[in-house]
């Protein structure tokens, strides 16, 4: 079992629909959870961290956590066609030395117009 | 743009040449990363420095030299890289990486795109 595990698409939605991407994680110790978005051929961008069980909105994006489930996810209200990238879930795994970020492979979204 | 600044942008050297990869935050962070990124994967940890000390190095092989002369620099420097080693290179941020601040996001610079001939 992959310590962050992505469905890796692709996920086609049409414009203005929700886009969900889910992210499951074994490590019952991580406390932190975050969603990269990456652009083909750019670096990754936070569009969003949570850290405690619920939802979190920010704008179109809303994260949801479910610790007892293992279970991290996004949702994009009105999805736009700019939306479409590879977006990645992030995990910290506690370590002797310090916390570690491990990354899911991503999950590719293309929105439709 | 992004407040990670890595210089330069493209890199092509041959396996002979040394060469470094340059970053630069000014965010006050105390944790400064090098991650590898193949076309397609995740970025993949390389190296961690807290408090502008190595505290993680993930195995990465020694043709890869890390240096963090101060809080807001860090280096990568390259020696006698193989074919394999070409890939994007990303630098990130945190405010820490131990206890309530290691669990602060981090903050990746555009990269550099390094080929090697």
């Known amino acids: 079992q992959k310590e962050v595990e992505q469905n890796s698409g692709p996920l086609s939605v049409p414009e203005g629909a929700i886009a969900s991407l889910n992210c499951t994680y074994s490590?019952?110790?991580?406390?932190?959870f975050f969603w990269y978005r990456q652009y083909s051929g750019k670096s990754p961008e936070l569009i969003m961290s949570i850290y405690s069980n619920g939802d979190k909105e920010d704008g179109r994006f809303t994260a949801q956590l479910n610790k007892a489930s293992q279970y991290v996810s996004l949702l994009i209200r009105d999805s736009q066609p700019s939306d479409s990238a590879t977006y990645l879930c992030?995990?910290?795994?506690?370590?002797?030395?310090?916390?570690?970020?491990?990354f899911g492979a991503g999950t590719i979204l293309r929105v439709k117009s | 743009d992004t407040e990670v600044t890595q210089t330069p942008k493209h890199l092509v050297m041959g396996m002979t040449n040394k060469k470094s990869l340059k970053c630069e935050q000014h965010?006050?962070?105390?944790?400064m990363y090098w991650y590898k990124q193949k076309a397609k994967k995740p970025p993949e940890l390389m190296f961690v420095?807290?408090?502008?000390?190595?505290?993680i190095n993930e195995s990465v092989p020694s043709r890869f030299s890390p240096e963090c002369p101060n809080s807001s620099l860090l280096n990568l420097h390259l020696h006698a890289l193989q074919p394999e080693d070409s890939a994007l290179y990303l630098c990130?941020?945190?405010?820490?990486?131990?206890?309530?601040?290691?669990?602060?996001?981090?903050?990746f610079g555009d990269g550099t795109r390094l080929s090697i001939l």
């Open positions: 965010m006050g962070h105390r944790a």
């Open positions: 992030a995990v910290n795994r506690l370590q002797e030395y310090g916390n570690k970020l491990v």
């Open positions: 990130a941020s945190s405010q820490g990486m131990i206890g309530i601040r290691g669990n602060q996001p981090q903050h």
């Open positions: 490590d019952r110790g991580s406390q932190s």
């Open positions: 420095y807290s408090y502008e000390k190595l505290s």
